[in-house]
């Protein structure tokens, strides 16, 4: 039979935090139970896998009938699956089953739903706000439904957030088998969640240790320097259902011994100062109905069917080349056809991504050079952060926790490749950031990358500030080792 201008019943699941899911695979989440009046007020719910149900490559979704549904003990209806964009369009549709529901015995769906991979290449589209919008649309098979039906339910996964500073006092003194430890509690439960040990060897590590299996704990790390500034070193999203065990190290440049070599920036008073932000899951949901209404159903959800989902499915082609699949392919390295290799460290990447977003990459690969044969390309005056940062910024325009370090080194590698953008991003930055231990730095830094711009901001600020920097130790040594352009800043005094 035609569903085409019939009446029916359409329920609405939205499933806020959804990462947060728990569930492994074979294991569901359970939408609320939903009646609909017009179909013999026989009762439903849905049954969602998020981490599948068969494999653990496909989400599952099943429309279930209750053991305690009223109406006929077999029932035959019609009914589709769509996954909705924040808009309310559908992104992936079924096309339409025809079956017959017993209560409570059986139910019906499919396996493989949507690949699981594609949700998380397509957050941004699949998961706004960390939110997975699923509806279920019912017409009947055997009788004509009198009205429109539809009902909204919300199901909320539990997740506590947590922020907290970390001092590790006398730093520098620690031996390198000190542990310094740090445990996360349940606020409401005062139940451990994980525990934070950092080893201060010559590389810096973290291991983190989780009280359960099933945790889903979201870690933002980020150091404090002296001037109250942060810098991001990692945020990465663990399960724990494999090992209750995950280890991270410090970036590159932010080695003990680098770290105390810059002790007045990173470690006033000898205590390196952690800034942590995480969120984890509780292992608990609250579901509730937030609205049934009859007799009209508004014309957007009309469009959810097969055929607008083929519309929808032919101008997704067209957004393929979203941030959110770049950066998958940055970081799951497929397909890629060069390498950039420091002195440590060799990177996957793309020539068409390189050359498309630096004309010195694009040189190298269209004429006849030594990195066109060989496919790799060497770059050991760059530092492993440096290049990841840039990689990742090449891909997906995105700069992660860029602080002062990071930003001195990106803004080099941005005018080594020409990469404008960057530059005038890492630029801007160091403009935002002056202070009078830093200055002489930033202006070594732009009269050796020509850049006329970032040298006259510094400038203003050392003419601004030459009590503090003139009798400072940075502008003794720039005296030294740069005595013209000291000389060209202080003559600016007097023009």
């Known amino acids: 039979m035609s569903t085409s201008g019939q009446k029916c019943f359409l329920f609405t699941w939205i499933i806020e935090n959804f990462s947060y899911c728990w569930q492994k695979k074979g294991e569901r989440i359970i939408s609320p139970s939903f009646i609909v009046e017009t179909m013999e007020r026989t009762k439903w719910n849905l049954w969602l896998y998020p981490a599948g149900g068969s494999d653990d490559k496909h989400i599952s979704l099943f429309l279930h009938r209750l053991e305690d549904s009223k109406g006929s003990c077999v029932i035959k209806i019609e009914f589709e699956f769509s996954l909705l964009a924040e808009n309310e369009s559908p992104l992936k549709s079924t ?8 209560k409570g015995s059986n139910c019906w769906g499919l396996r493989k739903f949507e690949k699981i991979v594609i949700i998380q290449l397509q957050k941004v589209r699949y998961l ?47 031996g390198s088998k000190v542990k310094n430890i740090y445990t996360i509690r ?41 001037f109250g500034y942060t810098e991001e070193i990692i945020e990465r999203e663990y399960r724990f259902s494999d090992c209750l065990l995950k280890s991270l190290e410090f970036p590159f440049h932010l080695t003990k011994k680098r770290l105390i070599s810059k002790k007045d920036f990173y470690l006033p ?46 101008k997704s082609g067209e957004t393929n080349t979203s941030k959110e699949t770049f950066k998958y392919l940055y970081t799951e390295q497929l397909f890629s056809d060069t390498k950039l290799k420091t002195r440590t460290q060799t990177f996957p990447a793309h020539k068409c991504i390189l050359g498309a977003r630096s004309p010195v990459f694009r040189a190298m690969f269209t004429n006849d050079m030594r990195e066109k044969v060989s496919e790799c390309i060497s770059i050991e005056d760059l530092d492993d952060d440096t290049v990841q940062r840039m990689l990742l910024y090449m891909y997906t325009d995105e700069l992660e926790g860029l602080q002062w370090e990071s930003a001195r080194g990106l803004y080099a590698a941005a005018d080594k490749y020409e990469i ?16 009078p231990l830093n200055a002489c730095e930033v202006l070594i830094l732009a009269d050796m990358h020509s850049d006329d711009d970032l040298k006259t901001a510094v400038q203003d600020f050392i ?22 352009l000291a000389a060209d800043t202080m003559l600016l005094k007097f023009m």
């Open 420 to 435: 404008l953008s960057l530059k005038k991003k890492c630029s801007s930055f160091l403009m935002a950031n002056f202070c």
């Open 95 to 102: 096309s339409v089953f025809n079956s017959s529901f017993c």
């Open 269 to 314: 008073n000898d205590e390196l100062i952690l800034k942590c932000e995480c969120a984890f899951s509780t292992e608990n949901a609250a579901s509730e109905i937030e609205s049934t209404s009859y007799g009209y159903i508004s014309s957007l959800m009309e469009n959810v069917s097969a055929t607008a989902v083929g519309d929808e499915n032919k």
């Open 186 to 226: 349940s606020t409401t439960e005062d139940e451990l969640i994980m525990t934070l040990d950092l080893f201060t060897q010559e590389v810096i590590r973290l291991d983190l240790s989780a009280s359960n299996r099933n945790l889903i704990f979201h870690f933002q790390m980020s150091i404090v320097n002296a």
């Open 463 to 484: 003419l601004r500030h030459d009590k503090d920097i003139i009798n400072s130790d940075a502008w003794k040594q720039l005296m030294k080792t740069h005595l013209n």
């Open 128 to 174: 706004p706000k960390d939110t997975l919008t699923v509806c279920c649309k019912i017409w009947s098979s055997t009788g004509i439904m009198k009205q429109d039906g539809r009902c909204v339910a919300r199901t909320r996964i539990g997740i506590e957030r947590r922020s907290f500073v970390w001092t590790v006092k006398q730093f520098s003194s620690l």
